[in-house]
């Protein structure tokens, strides 16, 4: 876990620059900042937007007795997907807007489901009812 980690916080960060200086070297340094800014400012309206009909959903689904699970995998792939575009970079805003965008939002939400529910089966996650 320590080496996944470890590659994590190394690799993505000088990714990210990289992407940076060579966007920066074709389209010079205040464009590339005022992209920068554009993404951050844009991903915050989108998350705020995609949070907000998440709680809405979560709500509907709470008042017909249902449990909301799609909509809290959901709530959970808004707050990733503004997290990353909080994050200065290119690389982690395509992936940030993919979560926040709902078409491409639900093709991910399949894969985390499949992942969640495999995970439950072979007893690494554990549901305790009270």
Not at 41 to 66: C, D, I
Not at 88 to 97: A, E, H, N
Request: proline content about 5%.
């Amino acid at each position: 876990m320590f080496i996944k980690l470890l590659l994590l916080f190394t690799l993505i960060p000088v990714l990210e620059i990289y992407v940076i200086l060579q966007v920066g070297e074709l389209l010079g340094a205040l464009p590339t900042i005022g992209l920068i800014i554009l993404t951050g400012v844009a991903g915050a309206y989108l998350a705020r937007t995609q949070g907000f009909e998440v709680v809405r959903r979560m709500q509907g689904e709470l008042n017909q007795g249902q449990l909301p699970a799609a909509p809290l995998i959901d709530a959970a792939m808004v707050l990733a997907g503004g997290l990353l575009l909080l994050t200065p970079g290119f690389c982690t805003d395509i992936l940030g807007f993919s979560l926040l965008v709902p078409a491409t939002r639900d093709l991910l939400k399949k894969t985390v489901s499949d992942y969640l529910k495999r995970q439950i089966d072979e007893g690494r996650i554990h549901i305790r009812r009270y």
